[in-house]
């Protein structure tokens, strides 16, 4: 059964500063990985899509890669600033085309 | 392009009534998910319809059904409430779910009481 996991679950940083973000998955049979960000009371918004032949995928001062061997993928995110914080999900599509989900991390900028 | 509708976008229950919920994805879109999030046990896949075809179950009692019409749209139907199905109900649309980018909408909130 795959299982997801983000760490960590919560991250506190000043405005301006690179970080990193963590997900590791338990089972490398998959066929994507995706990263999401959550706005409290607010629906999902998709950051990046990992398709399992990628390595990494970037959009502006987000950068995403995937290690499948090692079941991890990380979230980096550059000059981060205070409309960054939300929380962070990422999620891998398993054999049967489901979203499987970690618990999230949540990120604070501070001005 | 319009993104992916929920209906409603909050609700009030009580403990046996049942519910729908409703949601329109983005044109051209045939793939509806339908998942569930609460506190305690995070975001859970409830079921995936394409083109009017339920492809995938999650691990959800039958009281939990849904089904997809022509126009793509799609609606889950929870039956005789329980407390523990208050959550934020999200349904996702894609091209083709799972090897596609999916796009959500805002959700709904189900509160039972």
């Known amino acids: 059964k795959q299982e997801v996991t983000q760490i960590p679950a919560a991250l506190s940083v000043p405005e301006g500063e690179n970080l990193v973000l963590n997900c590791s998955f338990t089972?490398?049979?998959?066929?994507?990985l995706q990263w999401f960000r959550q706005d409290p009371g607010k629906g999902l918004t998709s950051l990046l899509l990992i398709q399992s032949s990628q390595r990494e995928q970037t959009s502006g001062r987000l950068n995403a890669s995937l290690d499948k061997s090692s079941g991890r993928s990380t979230l980096y995110i550059a000059a981060s600033q205070p409309g960054d914080s939300a929380t962070y999900l990422c999620a891998v599509s398993d054999s049967n085309y489901q979203l499987i989900w970690g618990a999230g991390t949540k990120l604070i900028i501070k001005p | 392009k319009a993104g992916v509708t929920q209906t409603p976008r909050y609700l009030i229950k009580t403990r046996g009534q049942q519910v729908t919920l409703s949601c329109s994805p983005i044109?051209?879109?045939?793939?509806v998910s339908w998942y569930q999030q609460t506190p305690g046990q995070g975001l859970q896949f409830l079921f995936e319809y394409f083109s009017e075809t339920q492809r995938n179950k999650g691990n959800f009692p039958g009281r939990f059904s849904g089904r997809q019409f022509s126009n793509s749209r799609s609606e889950m139907n929870v039956s005789t409430l329980e407390l523990g199905d208050s959550a934020l109900y999200l349904c996702?649309?894609?091209?083709?779910?799972?090897?596609?980018?999916?796009?959500f909408g805002p959700g709904t909130r189900l509160t039972v009481l």
């Open positions: 044109s051209g879109h045939r793939s």
């Open positions: 996702a649309s894609s091209l083709v779910a799972g090897t596609d980018t999916q796009y």
């Open positions: 089972d490398s049979a998959i066929y994507n």
